[in-house]
């Protein structure tokens, strides 16, 4: 079912999908006509860009698990910027849900951080940049290397729906490792503003045919900013659900 919005103050109208927060692994994704627009906040100055940042893998005992014991990874994308419904934002959302993860399960973090940061700072512009990828079934590079999968047998991943999809760089990741996300656990997690897991868990499955894909999370992006004691108690509750 598709909802007109009127957002207050926001710039345009637009059509959600209204799977809402929670396992929403089974809904069909309806992909908006238009992304959600922002609400800007009182803040307007542009954000400094920073420079992709080295990314380094996470360090693995000889046994394979992660300092902290566990088997668990979690790999994720997530801008700070302007984004929709939260302003402008140094900690993006979904960085926040994946360090909840981490938190709990102990697992290792990877950032997938763009090679050349070319995505925009301002949401508009953002928007069309990631539309035209879309449109180009483009696979932007990821800055540094993977870690090493093999000591991991779950590997958490998660991304901010975009335009009813994972953004494409996910799928550089996803077919760069295919080979080595073979024979796993992979358990996807979105944050959005409307369209829940947007088919993150059908895609990956299809995008990695010889993982296995377990029940994801989707969480409202303006939630992971602004309620991280309820957000967090969500993702305790399925990560209990998940064995963690
Ligand atoms: C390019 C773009 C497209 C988006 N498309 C959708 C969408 O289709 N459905 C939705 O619910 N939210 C959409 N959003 C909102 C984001 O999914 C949401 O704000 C998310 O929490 C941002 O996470 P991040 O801070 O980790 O990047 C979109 C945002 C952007 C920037």
């Known amino acids: 079912m598709m909802k ?100 709990k399960t102990g697992a290792d973090l990877f950032e997938i951080i763009p090679e050349e940061d070319h995505y925009p700072m301002t949401y508009a512009e953002l928007t069309e940049v990631a539309k035209k990828e879309q449109n180009d079934n483009a696979r932007p590079s990821y800055a540094g290397k993977a870690p090493d999968l093999s000591g991991y047998g779950t590997i958490f991943i998660g991304s901010p729906v975009w335009w009813g999809d994972w953004p494409m760089i996910m799928y550089t990741f996803f077919e760069e490792n295919a080979d080595a996300l073979a024979g796993k656990n992979l358990v996807p997690f979105s944050t959005h503003e409307g369209s829940g897991l947007s088919g993150f868990d059908r895609k990956l499955a299809s995008a990695c045919p010889d993982s296995t894909v377990l029940d994801g999370l989707a969480i409202r992006g303006n939630d992971a900013q602004n309620k991280q004691k309820e957000v967090r108690e969500t993702v305790n509750d399925w990560l209990s659900g998940l064995g963690y």
């Open 4 to 103: 007109r919005n009127v957002i207050t103050g926001a710039l345009t109208a637009l059509c959600l999908s209204l799977a809402g927060c929670g396992t929403t692994g089974t809904n069909e994704p309806q992909i908006p006509e238009a992304p959600p627009a922002p609400e800007v906040q009182e803040e307007t100055a542009a954000p400094e860009v920073a420079a992709p940042a080295e990314t380094e893998a996470p360090a693995q005992s000889d046994e394979g698990e992660t300092a902290a014991g566990s088997d668990a990874l979690v790999v994720y994308f997530s801008r700070t910027g302007e984004q929709y419904t939260v302003g402008v934002i140094d900690h993006g959302n979904t960085a926040i849900v994946a360090e909840m993860i981490a938190e």
